[in-house]
Structure formats: structure tokens, C-alpha cells
């Protein structure tokens, strides 16, 4: 998801760091072996169409299964299906998009200082017409943030966190993530966790941003929530129907702005992504399920457009 509301929703479709993780126990030790029942997750598709979409990619001793998530989620939605679960209980090996454990929101908090904030002398405020920070002052009060608390903080943390409070505001609840949820499924199966990125890398996407483009997304954002109530809830829907295409048009138009935002959160990304599994297709043996933000397995350069050119057959389930 881009740094702004089109942009700040899209954020949960695309970028894993805002996932709050619940205390559990460190991953187990790696284990490669298949399961018995390899063949529980296309029997299961026979009889369950529907639900947010999975795919698959696989060879003679591998497979991996691609699961698009979202990182928050109203509570108590049910967005599980018999075809998902038996591709969750096949695999051994999962893999997240970064850490978002205990220790990583450690990493986070110490990182933000060097980061997230603006040098000596210059305030969020600077970053806007007087118009424009009329409207962020509103924006703030809605949510009962201080905003005067934000002037030493960038543009892009400033966006981030207003977008998670949006979210929360609508009902939306962290611990209900999909990521929250599978980490400590994952944990309490004995499943080995892996991740794509590191903390540092992912938040590095949003700070490497210059100051004036996520300034600029960063109000765009609010123009969009504040003239289009029930956005989010909009997105869920699609996620939870599998609808694909919708959930790309949805990232189309939230990725509207600087021509650099969607190759610096999506694409790019996705290459890396596809760079291990190409590498686990020719090297590694068992079953391995992979889950990112939907945002990376809808439209043109997705995770799968790029596995394609890889040579890989991706079929949906």
C-alpha cells in the first residue's frame, strides 16, 4: 500500500510492519519434510471456491502456496475456508514479510529516532499550505490525536500512523490480522518461520521516500478517506470474495502519485520475492506457504506475473 490513504489503506495490502504480533515462543528448528497428505489442499479445492484466493506453484519435490493477506482486521471475521487450511496444515515452513514479533516492534521503536523524525529546525507543518494543514489538523482531531505531538515527526510516519488509527477507528483491530493470527498458529504447530525482508529494510522503503512525496501522499490520502467513508471496509469485502481484480483496481487507484511510490512498495519487492522462490523451486525440497499482502498477488507485476516470467506455473486454487 502506498503512504496514502487510497495510499494509507492500500498500506495494509502491501507492507507487513504494522502487524502487532502477540508474545509467543521463537520459531522451531526448519524442517523440509513433506506431509503425508500432499494432496489435501487440491482435494479441498474441489469443494471450497470461495474465500480470499490462494495459489499454488509446484514441482516434483516442492510447492509453495502464495496467500495474500491484510494486516488489520475488523474482529470475529471468518475468513478461513477448507482449501486455505489444508494448504496452512501441509506446509512445515511459512514465510512473512518481515518480523513483526516482540523483538521486531523493538527494533521498530529504536530505529524510529534515527528515522522517522525531522533534522532540528524544520516541523511536519513546514511540509504544507496552510490549507492543507487545516485539513490534517481536522484529520487529527477526529481521531483524538495532538497533532502539535507530530511536528517533529516526517511525513511518512506521520502517514503511517495516521493510517493505522484511521483503520482502528473504523473498527479495524491488529490483533486480528491475518499475519498476527498465522504467526502464532505457526508457532504453536511447530511451524519454522522465515521472512523476506528485514525490520530495517522495510521501514527503510518509507524512509528513503523524500519528504515532499510522502507529504504529498500523505494529504491526498486524507482528501480521499474524508469524501470516500467505508473505503477500507470496501477492500475487505473484495479480499474476503477472492475477487483479484477488484483488489487490483482498488491498489491502481491508491497507488496514485509520485511515479516512484508503486515500484518502491510493490514491484520491486515482488521481484526480490520471486528471486527465493525461485531459489526454494531449485533448491529446497517440501512444502512452503507464503504470506504478504494481497496488494503483491493482484494485477500487473504481481508475485505471480513475475514467477510466470520466471518460467513457473502458478495455478489459483
Known amino acids: 500500500m502506498s503512504v496514502l490513504i487510497k495510499g494509507f489503506f492500500v498500506i495494509l495490502l502491501s507492507i ?7 508474545p509467543q515462543d521463537t520459531a522451531k ?3 523440509t519434510d513433506k506431509s503425508a497428505s500432499a494432496d489435501k489442499a487440491q482435494q479441498a479445492s474441489e469443494t471450497s471456491a470461495t474465500g480470499p484466493a490462494l495459489w499454488k506453484l509446484s514441482d516434483d519435490d516442492t510447492t509453495i502456496y502464495l496467500f495474500g493477506t491484510v ?4 474482529k470475529d471475521i471468518d475468513w478461513k475456508n477448507e482449501v486455505l487450511e489444508a494448504a496452512w496444515t501441509d506446509s512445515p515452513i511459512v514465510y512473512f514479510e518481515t518480523d513483526t514479533s516482540e523483538e521486531g516492534q523493538q527494533q521498530i521503536a529504536a530505529m524510529i ?3 522517522g523524525l525531522n533534522t532540528p529546525g524544520v516541523t511536519l507543518q513546514s511540509f504544507f499550505t496552510d490549507e492543507q494543514w487545516a485539513l490534517i489538523e481536522q484529520s487529527a482531531a ?5 497533532i502539535q505531538s507530530f511536528q517533529n515527526m516526517r511525513p511518512w510516519l506521520v502517514g503511517v500512523l495516521l493510517s493505522v488509527q484511521m483503520i482502528m477507528a473504523d473498527g479495524g483491530d491488529p490483533e486480528s490480522g491475518v499475519e498476527t493470527i498465522l504467526r502464532a498458529e505457526a508457532l504453536a504447530a511447530g511451524k519454522s518461520i522465515r521472512y523476506f525482508e528485514s525490520v530495517e529494510q522495510q521501514l527503510g522503503f518509507f524512509a528513503d521516500m523524500s519528504d515532499e512525496d510522502a507529504a504529498e501522499l500523505l494529504y491526498e490520502g486524507l482528501v480521499f478517506y474524508n469524501e470516500n467513508p467505508g473505503y ?3 477492500l475487505v469485502d473484495e479480499w474476503l470474495a477472492g475477487n483479484v481484480a477488484a483488489i487490483a483496481d482498488i491498489m491502481i487507484e491508491g497507488l496514485a502519485g509520485p511515479d516512484n511510490v508503486a515500484e518502491i512498495l510493490l514491484y520491486s519487492r515482488n521481484r526480490n520475492w520471486v528471486e527465493e522462490m525461485t531459489r526454494l523451486m ?5 512444502v512452503f506457504f507464503v504470506a504478504v499482502g494481497a496488494g503483491h498477488l493482484a494485477g500487473e507485476k504481481s508475485v505471480q ?3 510466470q516470467q520466471a518460467g513457473f506455473t502458478v495455478e489459483r486454487q
Open 232 to 234: 477500507f471496509q470496501k
Open 16 to 22: 507487513g510492519l504494522i502487524a502487532c504480533d502477540r
Open 142 to 146: 477526529k481521531l483524538n490525536l495532538p
Open 29 to 31: 528448528t526448519d524442517s
Open 113 to 115: 529516532p534515527q528515522i
Open 71 to 74: 494486516h488489520i482486521l475488523h
Open 305 to 307: 506475473d513475475y514467477l
Open 282 to 286: 531449485n533448491e529446497e525440497e517440501g
